[in-house]
């Protein structure tokens, strides 16, 4: 798609999809296409989750959007990709205004991930962004100026539950709990999987709705519109 396509006149606002590990951004087509139809130009931040650093990635992804030429870029993040997208933004501050959505993003840290790379054939696998961002302690809050919203998964469905062993809401890979972080404006918690966070209608729907709003239209989990609002 190239940038500065129109809908009734108007530019469309530029979307950026940064997929996550062990992935290369077809398995988002869907949600790309239903950002698409959002109303929102959608562009596919393509880097190598296993080979590549942070500071390569990050440095990829400045010049992706900076070639994009965009009044207006959101960033939507899946798993890893969410903190791509988090150091992205506090090492390159200075980028066109817009929000900012994590889909199953282990904002601060991931068991799964830990008890993984206690395997010594596996934790080659699992990369060096992995084992920058994850595998050691960080704390993490998000102190962007740019509304952040989070969407996490309650279906436990996948490979994480074979070395995290999650005795709290899951989304197979990563705890509900663990997607939380400090500063976000909004969070929202849906019956999918982690990599059902790509294709759940439900879930476009709300992440189109933040990235126009910047909040959820549907309450969090447990916690009624008008809590939210105050």
Do not use: C
């Not at 068991?111 to 395997?119: G, P």
């Amino acid at each position: 798609m190239t940038p500065g396509a129109r809908t009734g006149g108007q530019a469309r606002p530029a979307v950026v999809f940064v997929h996550g590990l062990w992935l290369t951004g077809p398995e988002s087509l869907l949600l790309r296409k239903r950002l698409q139809a959002g109303g929102f130009q959608v562009h596919s931040f393509r880097y190598p989750t296993v080979t590549g650093t942070l500071a390569h990635s990050t440095a990829a992804l400045e010049r992706f959007v900076a070639a994009l030429d965009a009044p207006t870029v959101h960033l939507v993040g899946h798993s890893l990709g969410g903190l791509i997208i988090y150091r992205f933004l506090e090492r390159y501050p200075q980028q066109p205004p817009g929000r900012v959505v994590f889909l199953g993003t282990p904002a601060v840290g991931s068991r799964a991930a830990l008890s993984a790379a206690r395997y010594a054939w596996l934790a080659p696998l699992m990369g060096r962004t992995v084992a920058e961002e994850l595998l050691t302690a960080r704390e993490r809050r998000w102190s962007a100026p740019r509304s952040l919203g989070i969407i996490a998964g309650s279906q436990s469905l996948g490979l994480g539950r074979l070395f995290a062993q999650f005795t709290e809401p899951n989304d197979g890979a990563v705890a509900v709990s663990e997607t939380r972080m400090p500063g976000a404006s909004d969070h929202l918690t849906l019956p999918v999987s982690h990599m059902g966070l790509l294709v759940s209608r439900r879930v476009a729907q709300q992440t189109v709705a933040f990235l126009r709003e910047g909040r959820f239209s549907l309450a969090p989990q447990g916690v009624s519109s008008s809590a939210r609002s105050r």
